[in-house]
């Protein structure tokens, strides 16, 4: 067994790490991805090198795993055990490296491995709660000459609005914009595909590329199931994924469907909230009234402990909708309505 795994065959992420698993699955869903070997915890012997140093079952198998990825240059990069996965990222930890000519891929994958003893990663993991998932495997790829790269998310982690597919697009390679060194052309695209923000002077991508790379990180979040935080390169005209995973920061409840006819009315306060009366209009004045005729009884002198727990329990201000208001005044005594039900 040399530990040189072909990108049909890196199924288990406990073997080939998170971020190799997840290019075997993206390329088995029929995604544009570069091809690429894993290196495994089997390719590297121990000793003095701590697990870092080629074996030579490994070194012999390499060339010929090389040659069915064209003839370079390289990307190699990390597939650590729970990288890329929905808990933790691991994004900049580890090392990656890149134009790596077929005759230093070993010096390179050795790199990789290293970064794995860092005490960042170390640090990194202890902060989240990860378990200490030893070495990376290391992800040997064809290098994509791109024109220009960079990152999407299918949902928008700042806002955690899941109708709006964000991104950061660089010329050339997107290492700099990966690793916070460059700001990126920053782009929004809604689900109908329509540019919801974009640059007053794009130099980097067109409306079309910007639109084909949204469509891009929802189709990887349909694959996945979950919304997805992704690379990407366009290599002239052709559209690359080159990683993705799950987004891991909170976002927004996915919507649920409702064709409930909702009628917001304001005939019971007209006189403070008059015209149409919008969600915003119907959200404060129910905020409002409910604090005002709290604090109206408190005045009345009923603010006792309890009668403050009780007031917690009572309905709060209904300003308008169908069926009924259900606007009530809390006493000592009772509760006084308000404002007749719509009939």
């Known amino acids: 067994m040399t530990g040189v795994l072909t990108a049909d065959n890196a199924l288990d992420p406990d073997s080939v790490g998170g971020k190799a698993a997840a290019l075997c699955r993206m390329t088995a869903a029929g995604f544009d991805v570069p091809s690429f070997v894993v290196l495994t915890d089997a390719a590297f012997g121990g000793g003095g090198n701590g697990g870092t140093a080629l074996r030579s079952a490994a070194r012999r198998a390499l060339p010929a795993a090389l040659a069915g990825l064209g003839p370079g240059p390289y990307a190699v990069r990390s597939s650590a055990r729970g ?12 090392e990656t490296v890149l134009n790596v000519p077929a005759a230093e891929v070993e010096q390179a994958a050795r790199r ?15 902060q989240r709660g990860v378990r200490d998932a030893g070495l990376p495997a290391v992800v040997v790829q064809a290098m994509v000459p791109a024109r220009a790269a960079g ?5 928008d982690p700042a806002s955690g609005r899941r109708d709006i597919a964000v991104i950061a697009a660089v010329k050339g390679l997107g290492d700099a914009l990966v690793a916070g060194e460059v ?23 067109t409306d079309a590329e910007a639109e084909a790379v949204a469509s891009l990180a929802r189709r990887a979040e349909a694959a996945f199931g979950a919304p997805q935080d992704i690379e990407w390169a366009y290599d002239g005209s052709r559209l690359r994924l080159l990683q993705a995973r799950p987004i891991t920061t909170g976002l927004r409840p996915a919507p649920r469907p409702d064709g409930t006819l909702v009628v917001l009315d304001n005939s019971n306060i007209v006189e403070s909230y008059p015209g149409l009366v919008s969600p915003l209009t119907y959200s404060f004045a129910a905020y409002c009234y409910d604090r005002v005729y709290r604090a109206f009884v408190a005045l009345l002198g009923w603010a006792t402990t309890a009668s403050r727990k009780t007031a917690r329990s009572l309905p709060t201000f209904s300003p308008g909708w169908t069926g009924g208001s259900t606007t009530t005044l809390a006493t000592g005594t009772g509760r006084w309505p308000c404002c007749r039900p719509f009939r």
């Open 83 to 94: 990288e890329d996965g929905a808990e933790a990222s691991h994004a900049g930890q580890f």
């Open 112 to 126: 990789v491995r290293l970064s794995g003893l860092a005490a960042h990663v170390a640090e990194y993991r202890a």
């Open 151 to 155: 990152v999407a998310f299918s949902a």
């Open 183 to 205: 700001d990126g052309e920053s782009w929004a695209v809604a689900q109908d595909g329509q540019i919801h923000a974009a640059p007053e002077t794009p130099e980097v991508l």
